[in-house]
């Protein structure tokens, strides 16, 4: 084998290796971002969660003339049969 065919034989193996580790480099920024987007999305969630549970006991705290509605005003009653309102 002549020297100028080892030379690119070595040289097609090593940029056959360059693109494999580039591959995979990508395939682990890919992994990783995926990770980190699950991450972030999960700790938006937990921190909803946790103002929806503080609101509520916010809520919870509220006077409770502040949470029942203001009673209606009542008729007053009509005077009983048979006495007069003399």
């Not at 002549?2 to 990508?26: C, H, N, P, T, Y």
């Not at 699950?38 to 103002?51: G, V």
């Not at 209606?72 to 009509?78: D, H, S, V, Y």
Request: cysteine-free.
């Amino acid at each position: 084998m002549s020297e100028w065919l080892k030379v690119m034989l070595g040289e097609i193996a090593r940029k056959k290796a360059e693109a494999e580790q580039a591959r995979v480099e990508q395939a682990q920024a890919s992994a990783e971002q995926a990770s980190a987007e699950r991450a972030s999305a999960e700790q938006r969630q937990a921190q909803q969660a946790q103002q929806a549970q503080q609101a509520q006991h916010a809520g919870a705290l509220t006077p409770a003339a502040a949470r029942v509605p203001a009673a209606q005003p009542t008729a007053a009653a009509p005077p009983p049969k048979g006495r007069s309102a003399r």
